[in-house]
């Protein structure tokens, strides 16, 4: 295989990796979103945090998990850029967020 074909599927490689990283950052921000507004509510209501603890346990188990994978694929492929994976995540997770908040906005307006 000449020397341009290896190149672009290591790119390929990378940036699939980085899709994925984002798309799942995407879906757990949501989720952080969704527990942290029921558990304000759930707060006021029953006087019980618990949905709260699980809203602040969420990005703390999904920073953990990540790193611990991003560190197994950076020893397959010591070349892995994990800098930009963990951007690539943030970015998703503040997405995940913002998507939250905008689907709340639309449904509350109408």
């Given at each position: 295989?000449?020397?341009?074909?290896?190149?672009?599927?290591?790119?390929?490689?990378?940036?699939?990796?980085?899709?994925?990283?984002?798309?799942?950052?995407?879906?757990?921000?949501?989720?952080?979103?969704?527990?942290?507004?029921?558990?304000?509510?759930?707060?006021?209501?029953?006087?019980?945090?618990?949905?709260?603890v699980?809203?602040?346990?969420?990005?703390?188990?999904?920073?953990?998990?990540?790193?611990?994978?991003?560190?197994?694929?950076?020893?397959d492929?010591?070349?892995?850029?994990?800098?930009?994976?963990y951007?690539?995540?943030?970015?998703?997770?503040?997405?995940?967020?913002?998507?939250?908040?905008?689907?709340?906005?639309?449904?509350?307006?109408?």
């Amino acid at each position: 295989m000449t020397e341009w074909r290896v190149k672009r599927r290591v790119d390929m490689k990378q940036t699939h990796i980085c899709a994925r990283y984002f798309t799942i950052h995407i879906m757990t921000g949501w989720m952080f979103a969704l527990l942290l507004s029921l558990g304000a509510t759930y707060l006021l209501a029953a006087s019980n945090p618990l949905l709260l603890v699980m809203a602040a346990a969420l990005p703390v188990l999904d920073v953990v998990v990540s790193k611990r994978r991003i560190k197994w694929l950076k020893e397959d492929d010591p070349a892995l850029p994990a800098n930009r994976i963990y951007a690539w995540s943030f970015a998703g997770f503040g997405t995940g967020i913002a998507l939250y908040l905008i689907t709340v906005l639309t449904v509350f307006s109408i």
